[in-house]
């Protein structure tokens, strides 16, 4: 189903936005909190920091202490509304663990998705058996991780792909990233055939790093990363970088900007589209001929 603004990205714009009513004014998170009765300041903090999902009440009451005008008010009121959003995203995106929820969040409503891969294929871009073969290769470190759910998860959020308004989505793999690894030669074709098919789609990007490839300076990410931007350009730019046993998101100015110039640095070192889609082909092979059937074997 389409999914509207992703209600991590929202709480964190509300946050920004009250953190700098709050400051207009002059006033403390303790002035604050005492003007409403709140018992500490953690609660307000939370808020600002996007760490919550707030209570649409809690935001009128902080609107009315900051005096903002109506115009302004509105506008903040459908931000607050987004980012308390709960119960329907559950039912959506069904019963996702807090990584694969992670990611789904972020990317509803986005308008462009970068994601860069060293060593496998993207999860936006993975079919069902190989997902399975490379979630079960990590469940073998982490107990905790559910293998069903985690490849219903990726299913969940691919989704997106039959949005009336899917996202740009650009994938930086890099060549290791197009070998096998070792997994069965007809799940191996079939990640393949399913790359080729999904690149010739207009909003989608598939471009290879190859092994030589250079991106000027030789910066290349240590870690796995996606790269999100919203229609709405108040909305924070967000990347989300994956780790071995949880995911960094940052929203700060400085950092997504260091990221984007990664970004630009690496698609001007990768394959074009269609060299990329050459070097795939090439590692799908011809299509196997089938081998004629005796004729004393079943029809």
Do not use: N
Not at 158 to 164: D, Y
Request: net charge negative; proline share 8%; glycine share 6%.
């Amino acid at each position: 189903m389409p999914m509207s603004a992703s209600p991590v990205v929202r709480r964190v714009r509300l946050g920004v936005e009250l953190r700098r009513l709050r400051r207009r004014e002059s006033l403390t998170l303790e002035q604050v909190c005492a003007r409403l009765g709140w018992a500490s300041t953690s609660k307000l903090s939370r808020i600002e920091l996007g760490q919550s999902r707030p209570d649409l009440a809690d935001v009128l009451d902080l609107l009315d202490v900051y005096a903002v005008p109506p115009h302004q008010r509105d506008d903040l009121i459908v931000i607050a509304r987004d980012a308390a959003t709960g119960r329907g995203w559950s039912k959506a995106l069904g019963e996702m663990g807090e990584r694969q929820r992670a990611y789904a969040e972020l990317e509803a409503g986005a308008e462009r998705i970068v994601e860069y891969q060293p060593a496998f294929v993207p999860g936006l871009l993975q079919t069902p058996a190989y997902a399975r073969l490379r979630v079960s290769a990590g469940a073998s470190v982490a107990d905790e991780v559910d293998v069903d759910a985690d490849v219903r998860a990726r299913a969940v959020r691919q989704e997106l792909w039959v949005r009336p308004d899917p996202p740009h989505y650009t994938a930086l793999i890099d060549e290791r990233a197009c070998e096998p690894g070792g997994l069965p030669a007809e799940v191996w074709r079939e990640q393949l055939r399913h790359l080729l098919a999904l690149a010739e789609r207009s909003h989608v990007t598939v471009r290879v790093l190859p092994r030589d490839a250079s991106s000027g300076d030789d910066l290349h990410p240590l870690a796995p990363f996606s790269y999100y931007a919203y229609p709405d350009p108040d909305d924070p730019r967000t990347v989300l970088v994956e780790t071995l046993t949880t995911d960094l998101r940052l929203v700060g100015e400085a950092d997504v900007a260091r990221y984007e110039r990664v970004i630009e640095r690496l698609l001007a070192a990768a394959l074009p589209e269609d060299a990329t889609a050459e070097l795939l082909a090439r590692r799908l092979g011809p299509a196997p001929v089938p081998r004629p059937r005796d004729a004393h074997e079943p029809g």
